[in-house]
Nanobody
Framework: QVQLVESGGGLVQPGESLRLSCVAS????????MSWYRQAPRKERELVAT????????NYADSVKGRFTISRDNAKKTVYLQMNSLKIEDTAVYYC????????????WGQGTQVTVSS
């Protein structure tokens, strides 16, 4: 059974940090690009960051560059999102995503974890 299980969300103040984790099971994570998406209330889901299967290429949304860092540990079947200098506008449900490579024929989603940044 394929699963992506996120954790690490919570309530923090502006300027603080959080680290999200996503543990994968039921598929070979090393064959998948892994991404974090987020969806704020009344907004569309947006791509935050992506890391390729072996970690050789990483991309970030402009809104998080310099503040967020995506990483992966294929041996632990885990992807991380380190979020520093959090802003109120980072408040959203954060979702882990897996997309098979090279043909992008399979996609899996986690259930999401809530991140709330509030003073």
């Amino acid at each position: 059974q394929v699963q992506l299980v996120e954790s690490g969300g919570g309530l923090v103040q502006p300027g603080e940090s959080l680290r999200l984790s996503c543990v994968a099971s039921g598929f070979t994570i090393s064959s998948y690009a892994m991404s974090w998406y987020r969806q704020a209330p009344r907004k569309e889901r947006e791509l935050v960051a992506t890391v390729t299967p072996a970690g050789g290429s990483i991309n970030y949304a402009d809104s998080v560059k310099g503040r967020f860092t995506i990483s992966r540990d294929n041996a632990k079947k885990t992807v991380y999102l380190q979020m520093n200098s959090l802003k109120i506008e980072d408040t959203a449900v954060y979702y882990c995503n897996a997309e098979s490579r090279p043909f992008r024929s399979l996609t899996y989603w986690g259930q999401g974890t809530q991140v709330t940044v509030s003073s």
